[in-house]
């Protein structure tokens, strides 16, 4: 466990989907580990030769509009302070949405390291939205396809100077 990752975001844009993909079956057990609620899930991930702990910040999904933006706020907050490093995601399809800028504006204050990623971008999906991503003053965006398993090695070589 060389360092801990963050995978933060709105809610549907993929981001226990690249959990799931990175942990496999490795999930780890955090109900009995102080501090840590269901809202943020641990798991030991896996890619190419990196070990690394990754952070999932699920328990949004049932909030309504009104609770969502302070809930998303304190969780990213939380899985900020955390971890080593951010994987800020953004689904490629529906583009930066106000919600994005938000995270941007939590990560930008808050974080030690943040990777963008650009998910839904499988095949020619999620060209415009990757584009768009450049305006949200984080760096160079990275193509995702969690779902099919697409930037993985993009992934990879950003990750593995950090470990
Ligand atoms: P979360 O709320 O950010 O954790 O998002 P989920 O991982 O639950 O995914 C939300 C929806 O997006 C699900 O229907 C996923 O199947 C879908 N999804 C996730 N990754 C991809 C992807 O790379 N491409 C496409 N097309 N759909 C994806
Ligand atoms: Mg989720």
Known sequence: MSFSLAIVGRPNVGKSTLFNRLVG????????????????????????????????????????????QGRMRKLTE??????????????????????????????????????????????KAGESGFLEAYGLGIGEPLRLSAEHGEGMPDLYDVLKPLA
């Open 78 to 123: 939380r899985a900020v302070d955390m971890a080593d490093v951010c994987l800020f995601m953004i689904d490629g399809r529906a583009g930066v949405l106000p919600a994005d800028e938000v995270f941007a504006d939590i990560l930008r204050k808050r974080a030690k390291h943040v990777i963008l990623a650009v998910n839904k971008a499988e095949g």
């Open 25 to 68: 079956r490795r999930l780890a057990l955090v109900d009995d580990q102080p501090g840590v609620t269901r809202d943020l899930r641990e798991g030991e991930a896996k890619l190419g030769d990196l070990r690394f702990t990754v952070i999932d910040t699920a328990g949004l999904e049932e909030a309504t509009d009104a609770s969502l």
